[in-house]
Each structure stands twice: as C-alpha cells, then as structure tokens.
C-alpha cells in the first residue's frame, strides 16, 4: 500500500482526536468521574498491559457526547471499555504484523492536531483536560497508526484471494441494485473495491476475536466491573453478550428513537435474529463460528437468502406482471456522466478593503446608545437580531484578532478601530468584563467581504485559460490543483432532477451540463461558485421492452419472493 494513501486515511484520526479535546474542553469532567483515592491509576489489564483509567473516561465522553447524553451511562461504559480493550487486541495484532510507526509520521500527525487549535496554549489546556502530556498523546497516536495499518494490512491480504469467480458472483447479485444494470467491465473496479472491504472486514473481525478468546483481562478496578463483557441471552444457538446488546441497541438511538423505543426495538430485532439462525441451521446451512456474533447473523442472513432465492422458480406471466406493475421504472432515464471541478471564489483584497471602509462609515456614526439599532439594521450576523449582542466568552472562543480588541477595549464603549477576521470587518461594543472568570460579553456589527462582480469577472477569465488547456489536452482534471479546486473528478449518472451522486442536488449546474454540447470544457458561475466542466457521456430516455430488461425482472421477481419468504419466517 503507498504511504500516500495511508496517510491520507491519517485524516480521519487527526479529525477524531481533534474532536475528542473539544467536546471534553474540561478537566474537571474526567477528574470528576475518577476516583482518584485508589492506589491504581489504570482501569484494568489486558494480558497483563495496564489500560489507563482516562482512556476509558476519554472513549466514555466522546460517545456521551455523540449521543447527547441520550443513553443510559452503563450501555456507554459498556461500550466505552470494549472499545479501549479491543484497541490493545489491535496493538497484538500489529505487533503480529510486525507493523512500526516512524517518529516522523506520529510528529507530523501531531503537528496536524496542533494546528487545528487557535493557539499553543489553547492546544496544551485541552492536552491536560483530556490527562495527555504531549508524549502521551504522541503514543496514542502511534497506537491509532498502528491500528489502521492493521487493518490496510489484512485489506491487502483480502485483495490478493479474491477470485474471478467470487468478482463474477457478486457482481450479479448486486447488478441490479449497487451496479445498476451497468456492464461488468465498467464496474469491475468497483465491485473488486466492495469485496476487498466485505472481506477485510470480515478477516480483522476473525483475528480480533481470536484474541478476545485468548486474552486475560486481570486487576479490574472496581468501577469498571461491572462494564466487563458478559452474557446478556441465552436461547437457542444465539448468545448475546451486554456489548452485542449495546451496540444494538446504540443504532437504534442514533435512528433518533428514545431510549424505551430503542429497547423495544433491540428485544425485536434480537428475537428475528435467533429466527434467522434457526431457519438457517434447518436449511443446512453452516455459519462461520469465527466471527463475531453480529457478522454469523449476517452470514447466516446471507446465505440463507441466497439459498431461497436459488429455489424460487417463475413463469413467463409472473415476469410478465411485475414488468408491467412497474414499467416506469424499467424505463431508461436520461443521465450523464460529466468531469467536475468547483472552485469557491473568495473575497479579493479590493473586496476586503471595500467591505472595511464600509464598517469605518458604520463606525463613524455609531455609540453605545445607538449600537444595537444599527446592529439590527446593518449587521450581516445573525445575532443582529439581538442588536449584536454575542454574550459572554473567553477569549479562546473567539478568532484571535476578534478576543485581542475585546479583551482589550475598554467597557461601555465602542472599540475604536475596525477589526479585521476570515468572516469580515467588525465593529465592537465591549458591554461588561469579569476579571475573575476572564470572560468578555460584547456585541458587534459584522460587514462581510463580499465577492464582487469585478472579482468573479477576473477568476472567470482565470478559469476559461484553464478550461482551454483542458479542451487541448494539455491538462487532466485529475491533475488540476488540488488546493485551487474541489471535487475535481468524474461524475457518473447525473440525473435530469439535479442529483449529482457525490455531490447532492445542484439543480443550476445540472442544467448547463445536459445544455452543453459533448465533450465540450465549459465555465460558468453559479452562486459564487466557477465550475468548470466537461459533459462525456449522455443517455437519452427510452421505453424498453420486456425482453429488452428480463434478466433485471427476473432478479426483482425473485428478490420480491425471497423477501416474502423471509418475512414469514420472522413472524
């Protein structure tokens, strides 16, 4: 695998620890769960490697957090010390792999997490409110690394076994549905990428389970106890443990359910799931007992579906119904497939000056009498609906040159400059200081720096010199900038409603793009945004005959049956 790609997957983690310090900004909340009175500092150990205390806390809140306090606290410790048990078990596994971090990767994701912060002292208050020392953060990271490479690692294993034969079959189990009708050559890439992630999935799954067999968790603190992984049902052939429950249950609340609904609806699906493993078992069907419960089910589900949709059988006037019952949809829809570069037009330095020397008229004629009807009238915040008025704050919850004028103005009066931000110029109303808490509480009239037509003519001209090298083939828009553009690659199955897979709905570009001639490189501005673009394939809609779709039919047909079976075997 080139180190490219891992460490663009490096992303991931830096966004996941970044936003770990932010949603616990206080070091109070660990310090608060903790009871510090006890002679041991770590939660337990895990074949015989302590596993820190804060590192539980830490996964703890993080998950709290996610689910905005909305789950019971032991299914999130449940959750929480599974979670930090199974990292240590990917540690082994790396260590299996023989799988080492340089330094100089683990500096440079630091770095990368650092400058996520408004400041050094910011970025070491939050090192301490999540118990990190700047070493201990780097080793975590390192363990985040390693972890990943793990999985990239076995994702390569799983590459290299994968068959024609198995490409071919799940290509035509999912040709319909994933693939849409496409041939397979065209989607081969894809379906190979499908494999490779059900298979990688499914082989770290087995290696970590093999090691959650093996391992000796020891010296548990005692309130950590009771989040210790243990049997929750038993019935049949099915055991669920409180952390198979948990994680089922977790996804039922992130439906947006209560926590009683959620419940209901976790007894429910446990209930079919022992139904699936049944029916499975009477159709002579072997499971995988390798892997966790959660993927036997659905290996069981899987299999068991394709063993009842091999059986059903059809009869022309069968095809004949569903193909009519449902037409419209058999019908080919115009699409197109087109390459997509977007660029956001940013406010030149003229549009900045404008937009200052605007703020500077505002601030002329304004005082705290005045300020929050002005506010109302002229600001370009939402807070203008308040006159301005923002609260209270410390000065890390501002943008720098924003805190440094409010912290430093004097209260009851209008700052006596301009302040200049990323969001525009400000004019700022310092109304109270708590010296003791450091916190500010101000207003402010904000005049953003709007593009002007002026700059959107220049960055056109800039981009119709980029599209003419594009239509020369002197460039790709592959290898467009990629810190100049976004999104610059190909879409495919544009639809005529405006849906851009990837993109969401853009109903506007969509519209140029089935009004350009083929092959054409095109420029346009759309709300601020110049997209250059090139339209390589379009599709003409089309009445199509039974025969013209039967195979699609004939998948729909069974699918619909198999379905059908299956339901009955869940009531």
């Not at 076995?154 to 040709?175: M, R």
């Not at 025969?547 to 619909?560: L, N, S």
Request: hydrophobic share 35%.
């Amino acid at each position: 695998m080139a180190i490219r790609k891992f460490r663009q997957k490096m992303k991931v983690i830096t966004l996941v620890i970044t936003v770990a310090f932010v949603l616990s900004s206080a070091a109070l909340y660990i310090m608060n769960q903790m009871n510090y009175a006890t002679t041991k500092n770590y939660a337990l150990k895990v074949n015989g490697n302590e596993v820190k205390i804060e590192n539980v806390m830490r996964s703890k809140n993080m998950l709290a957090n996610n689910f905005k306090n909305n789950v019971d606290e032991d299914i999130v410790g449940v959750l929480a010390l599974d979670q930090v048990i199974e990292n240590e078990l990917a540690q082994e596994l790396a260590d299996s792999l023989k799988i080492r971090i340089s330094s100089k990767d683990v500096n440079n994701e630091y770095k990368n997490i650092e400058a996520n912060f408004k400041d050094k002292e910011q970025f070491k208050r939050m090192l301490t409110a999540q118990g990190y020392t700047k070493a201990s953060l780097k080793k975590e990271l390192e363990k985040s690394m390693r972890s990943m490479k793990a999985r990239e690692v076995i994702g390569e294993e799983a590459k290299s076994s994968i068959t024609e034969e198995e490409i071919e079959k799940y290509y035509e189990e999912n040709k319909y549905s994933i693939f849409q009708g496409l041939p397979l050559v065209d989607v081969k890439e894809k379906v190979e990428q499908y494999l490779i992630q059900e298979k990688a999935t499914m082989l770290f799954d087995k290696e970590i389970k093999k090691l959650r067999e093996k391992m000796t968790l020891s010296d548990v603190n005692d309130q950590f106890t009771k989040y210790l992984e243990k049997p929750q049902i038993e019935k049949e052939d099915l055991k669920i443990t409180n952390v198979d429950y948990s994680k089922i249950y977790i996804t039922f609340i992130s439906s947006g359910l209560d926590k009683e609904k959620a419940k209901e609806e976790t007894d429910k699906f446990i209930e079919s799931q022992m139904k699936i493993l049944k029916s499975a078992k009477e159709n002579g069907i072997e499971v995988d007992k390798d892997l966790s419960i959660s993927l036997q089910i659905k290996d069981a589900y899987e299999k068991l579906y394709n063993k009842i949709e091999s059986q059903i059988e059809y009869k022309d006037e069968d095809l004949k119904k569903v193909f009519d019952e449902n037409k419209q949809f058999y019908n080919i829809q115009p699409s197109a497939d087109a390459y997509i570069a977007y660029f956001k037009v940013k406010p030149s330095d003229a549009d900045k000056k404008a937009s200052e020397e605007k703020a500077k008229d505002i601030l002329a004629i304004v005082n705290k009498d005045n300020f929050a009807s002005i506010a109302k009238e002229k600001s370009e915040c939402p807070s203008s609906v308040n006159g301005g008025d923002l609260g209270w704050f410390t000065k890390e919850d501002m943008v720098k040159e924003f805190s440094d004028a409010a912290f430093k103005g004097n209260v009851g009066e209008v700052y006596p400059e301009v302040v200049n931000t990323v969001f525009g110029s400000h004019i700022i109303f310092v109304q109270e200081k708590n010296e003791k808490d450091k916190t500010v509480r101000a207003s402010h009239i904000l005049v953003k720096s709007n593009v002007s037509p002026e700059t959107i003519v220049e960055k056109l001209k800039e981009e119709e010199l980029e599209a003419d090298k594009l239509s020369k083939g002197e460039e790709t828009f592959e290898n467009l900038p990629k810190d100049k553009f976004t999104d610059s690659s190909l879409f495919t199955s544009i639809t005529e409603q405006g849906y851009i897979p990837g993109l969401g709905y853009k109903e506007e570009l969509v519209k140029e793009i089935y009004k350009a001639p083929l092959n054409k490189v095109v420029v346009k501005n759309i709300d601020g945004e110049i997209y250059v673009f090139q339209k390589i394939k379009e599709i003409q809609r089309k009445e199509v005959s039974l025969d013209e779709v039967k195979d699609q039919v004939i998948k729909d047909y069974k699918t619909q049956k198999t379905v059908e079976k299956i339901q009955n075997i869940l009531k």
